[in-house]
């Protein structure tokens, strides 16, 4: 798989972050990994909404450092969107040295049920956090953007609102001039990461620069984080995350595309922009 921000095995002075279920992190965990669930939830990019992102970040960063310990591995069910969104926040924040662990569960080492699960409260003040962008930029730089929809196809083409347990009155689309990269196709049929060469084969096809500005969304701010570190190692230099993504932006009265409303007849949606690739390969 060859990617930098992947780890392949555990060592006993790393820092463990398990981004499984809650059930499952009770059950059974690698010793001593800790459970922070505001991961798994949706955040809005307004101040508010950002205090509860920042604060659990610096507490966590602060929970890291009284441990004394220099490495991070964080963990899920296999090279997810949570592990993924834990290190990119990390790395974001100033903490290089988190990576993702390169093993589906069950991986190796000694095996406890998790009870170190903490949760923290917002933040006093919003702080900004480096390459992660809120609504007020999308907008004010919307047709200056590179923007990849790291959702499914089916969300992109406004047949659904999210992947899992789409309400129905619930507002379906995309935000104009976003290219689909269905975030499923950035795994192989076993379910790892593709290889890094055919991942840079297969960005090729898009009408893409590496120098310009990119912007990763998808229905609440997770899948994206994958896509952006694997873009950031291919050599994009300008990657960011929005975090409201589509949760935030379908509540908005900025422009859309492939609207619908989700268990009503859809507005006919233009083709999914792929660049010059096959949409169900990329």
């Not at 834990?86 to 290089?96: N, W």
């Not at 060469?197 to 090729?204: A, G, M, P």
């Not at 589509?246 to 660049?275: D, N």
Request: net charge positive.
């Amino acid at each position: 798989m060859n990617w930098s921000f992947l780890k392949n095995e555990v060592d006993a002075g790393d820092f463990l972050i398990d981004c499984r279920s809650q059930s499952a992190y009770e059950q059974e965990t690698l010793e001593g990994a800790y459970y922070f669930p505001f991961i798994k939830k949706a955040f809005g990019s307004d101040p508010e909404s950002h205090k509860k992102l920042c604060g659990p970040m610096q507490a966590v960063l602060g929970e890291i450092q009284k441990s004394k310990k220099n490495r991070v591995i964080v963990f899920d069910e296999g090279m997810g969107m949570f592990s993924s969104r834990m290190v990119y926040l990390l790395r974001a924040m100033g903490f290089a040295e988190s990576f993702v662990l390169a093993r589906k569960w069950p991986t190796d080492g000694t095996k406890r049920p998790g009870k170190l699960k903490m949760e923290f409260e917002p933040a006093d003040k919003s702080k900004p956090i480096e390459s992660v962008v809120d609504k007020a930029f999308m907008e004010k730089n919307l047709t200056k953007l590179q923007i990849f929809d790291a959702r499914t196809i089916e969300e992109y083409e406004g047949r659904l609102p999210r992947l899992t347990s789409p309400e129905e009155g619930t507002l379906c689309g995309r935000l104009p001039g976003a290219f689909l990269w269905d975030w499923r196709n950035l795994y192989d049929a076993e379910a790892n990461l593709i290889d890094r060469s055919v991942f840079k084969k297969r960005l090729n096809g898009f009408p893409f620069m590496p120098e310009r500005p990119t912007v990763i969304y998808d229905y609440n701010g997770a899948r994206s984080c994958l896509l952006a570190l694997m873009l950031r190692e291919t050599g994009y230099i300008d990657v960011n995350t929005y975090q409201g993504s589509w949760f935030e932006w379908r509540k908005s009265s900025l422009p859309k595309q492939a609207v619908s409303i989700f268990g009503q007849k859809a507005v006919a949606a233009a083709p999914p922009r792929v660049g010059g690739v096959d949409r169900k390969k990329v």
